[in-house]
């Protein structure tokens, strides 16, 4: 039983190559999930680490913990949490802002009390039986997890999925919101904007007609100003809109005036006299005679 226990313990030279590589890879990551300035660089380093842990249990031959290390932790919480960091646009000068004061020296302070609490329960903790694991994966790794939770651990496993099923339900409540009247029509929602006053045909588009359609453009009404609902309040409010209503409003004159001159309704006539125009000096003359 003893030599068993003792070839069971001994470690190879690839196990231990392949513990010392992704253990330093695991550690590395845990620091910059602490060190790093960016929300986005932390939340990657922690999933890479939790990826190294799926590692570990896999090469230990706890399939299932490997398995949901992956799958649970590192492909939808954190990912979930690098989404919504992404989303949120959390920059490192939120990350540095303390809501709380001494709330630094109260995390280190912790961080501390639980390093000293986890160090003495490993160096008091002791191993006087060595089953191996061949015998502990015996009837699969899979059946072998299944059976300590449903009989040795039951009710702690109860008692975790009661407090995982009450967060589930109080966060439905929080968010939920009763509807205390009837949803109105669409038919009703036209009305209620046409009594409003509000713009109810699609907004006009950006940029000035047949000539530009840029988007910080604004487009020009029949009157020649400019329209503020063809462009976006945002480019309004950052100053990026480039003003052309004088630029456009001299280029319409201008063509006016041509349009004027070409129609005969201006003080001189633009028409050359030899690109049709002896045609009604002849006819002038002709209704002299």
């Not at 009661?162 to 038919?187: C, D, F, K, S, Y």
């Not at 409010?237 to 409003?249: A, C, K």
Request: net charge positive; charged share 20%.
């Amino acid at each position: 039983m003893t030599a068993l226990a003792a070839a069971a313990s001994m470690t190879s030279t690839g196990e231990a190559v392949q513990f010392w590589i992704l253990g330093i890879v695991a550690v590395s990551g845990a620091l910059c999930t602490i060190l790093m300035k960016r929300a986005v660089h932390s939340a990657l380093s922690l999933a890479g680490t939790m990826i190294v842990l799926a590692v570990f249990y896999l090469a230990n031959g706890a399939y299932f913990l490997g398995v949901v290390q992956i799958v649970v932790y590192t492909g939808a919480i954190m990912m979930l949490f690098l989404f919504v960091v992404m989303l949120v646009g959390v920059t490192a000068a939120d990350s540095l802002k303390e809501t709380l004061k001494g709330q630094r020296w109260l995390a280190a302070g912790l961080g501390i009390g639980f390093g000293i609490l986890l160090i003495a329960g490993i160096g008091n903790a002791s191993l006087k039986q060595f089953d191996g694991l061949g015998e502990a994966n015996a009837g699969g790794n899979v059946q072998g997890l299944a059976a300590l939770i449903f009989t040795k651990y039951v009710f702690a496993f109860e008692i975790t999925g009661a407090l995982l099923i009450t967060a589930a339900v109080g966060a439905m409540v929080l968010t939920h919101r009763e509807r205390t009247e009837r949803a109105r029509t669409q038919r009703e929602q036209s009305e209620a904007r046409v009594r409003e006053g509000k713009q109810v045909p699609p907004l006009p588009a950006p940029g000035v007609y047949a000539r530009h359609n840029a988007v910080d453009i604004p487009g020009l009404l029949p009157d020649g100003t400019t329209s503020e609902l063809s462009v976006s309040p945002t480019l309004r409010e950052r100053g990026q809109i480039r003003d052309v209503s004088g630029e456009s409003l001299a280029e319409l004159k201008a063509l006016e005036e041509r349009s004027e001159k070409w129609l005969g309704r201006g003080s001189e006539d633009p028409r050359p006299s030899s690109s049709g125009g002896g045609a009604p000096k002849e006819h002038k003359e002709g209704a002299k005679k």
